[in-house]
């Protein structure tokens, strides 16, 4: 499948992660392997539907997989890809970024 990316390699990061609940999913994974379940309640205020949808586009984009285990009840769980733990730099400088705005701000 040939993907159609942005010319600016930034443009491309954001198309990726640009989601304010793609970063938090992001953020959730880096500390392993979860469920559906445990992500929606570690991020809080997202629904069901839109948090389906970011973690489908997140699949398709090769940022994370997806493992349906044949149980009953069926049991899903959410890994990131060595891609999607590339992106670990970036959320650790949203971090430090984030904590120094909130000590001069806040």
């Known amino acids: ?4 990316l942005p ?4 443009e491309t990061t954001l198309m990726l992660i ?7 999913i992001i953020r959730e994974l880096l500390d392993g392997t979860k ?7 570690s991020i809080g205020a997202v629904s069901q539907k839109v948090l389906t949808a970011n973690l489908r586009s997140m ?11 044949p149980e009953v009840p ?3 769980e ?3 890809t060595e891609t999607g733990y590339s992106l670990k730099p970036i959320l650790d400088a949203m971090v430090a ?5 909130q000590q001069k701000n806040g």
């Open 97 to 101: 970024w984030g904590t120094e705005y």
């Open 59 to 69: 699949e398709h984009s090769g940022l994370l997989t997806r493992t349906v285990y």
């Open 18 to 24: 640009s989601d304010r609940w793609k970063v938090l």
């Open 74 to 76: 069926p049991r899903v």
């Open 35 to 41: 469920r559906f379940g445990e992500i929606k309640k």
């Open 78 to 80: 959410y890994t990131l």
């Open 7 to 10: 010319a600016c390699p930034v």
């Open 1 to 4: 499948m040939e993907k159609n």
